[in-house]
């Protein structure tokens, strides 16, 4: 075994058992319990590869992966022949948003690459940080990435999107506010416009630019009604140049023109 970091005893902290650490294995690692464990055990996979193994079978944890193994369930778990395996680990006491996930004894979701896998790991490193200084409030910071880490997994387990769309959907969250063409968002998941605007109506049940400008309207109206801006502001805000086009599909999507909404400080007024 060989820990790059690691809290390596257990915490007597009152609400339960919270430790984990950081490995990098050779395919001599392994680690067998017959008889389970009394906390739960999850795994994120940096590079390389581990599997999980309970007496419903065999799971492979690969790269950008999340593995999840339940207490009292005999396992094994270890590097797979001939791979590496550079992960996080946490023991933990059981959060009531586990049951957003299967009841499996052993549970591996992939993250896409990008926003959510980066988002991820920051969480981990998040809670070996916050395990290993314990200062104040440590446990319930802990156990409020590793709420985000499962319900991040909870939610990627629903979706079932395509992967190459769930990365579009992520391109587009993060530039709205931006101008956005379509062949950047098809450039950044490696597809040709044309493959793009297929698979993504196919997916979503909108296209690339509708989805766009529903995130626009919406942050919008949330501004004008939270942030106190006006609705020029508002607009130029999420990324409209041409207030007259966003003025139109406002009235389209909420019956009301974005200055009357904000008169009306959006309260009362929902999309029709």
């Known amino acids: 075994m060989l820990p790059i970091s690691g809290i390596e005893a257990k915490n007597e902290h009152p609400f339960g058992t919270l430790f984990g ?3 990098d294995e050779t395919d001599t690692y ?4 017959p008889n389970g464990m009394s906390d739960w055990l999850i795994f ?9 193994r309970t007496p419903a079978g065999e799971k492979r944890c690969g790269a950008g992966h999340i593995g999840l193994l339940r207490a009292g369930v005999s396992h094994e778990y ?30 591996v979701q992939a993250l896409p690459d990008g926003n959510l896998q980066k988002r991820v790991q920051r969480a981990f490193h998040n809670i070996l940080n916050d395990s290993r200084e314990r200062s104040g409030f ?29 990365l579009a959907l992520q391109y587009i969250s993060r530039h709205m506010s931006q101008p956005v063409r379509v ?14 605007s297929h698979l993504f ?16 309207l919406q942050q919008a109206a949330l501004l004008m009604e939270h942030m106190g801006r006006t609705a020029t502001e508002s607009a130029l805000d999420v990324g409209f140049n041409n207030y007259n086009h966003f003025a ?22 929902k999309p029709v």
């Open 21 to 23: 650490g950081h490995f």
């Open 30 to 33: 392994r680690h067998r319990r």
């Open 44 to 52: 994120y996979t940096l590079e390389g590869e581990g599997y999980l």
């Open 78 to 107: 270890g590097t797979v022949q001939g791979k590496r395996w550079n992960f996080y680990w946490v023991h933990f006491q059981k959060l009531p948003e586990i049951d957003y996930l299967p009841g499996d004894e052993a549970v």
């Open 138 to 166: 440590w446990h319930i910071l802990c156990e409020n990435s590793l709420r985000e880490v499962i319900l991040l997994t909870a939610q990627q387990m629903e979706q079932r999107l395509d992967p190459r769309i769930e």
């Open 183 to 196: 062949d950047d968002v098809a450039n950044s998941v490696g597809l040709s416009v044309s493959r793009l």
């Open 201 to 216: 109506k196919q997916e979503t049940g909108e296209s690339v630019l509708e989805h766009l400008n529903r995130l626009r």
């Open 248 to 269: 139109d599909l406002f009235r389209k999507a909420y019956g009301v023109s974005p200055r009357a909404y904000k008169k009306e400080k959006g309260g009362l007024v």
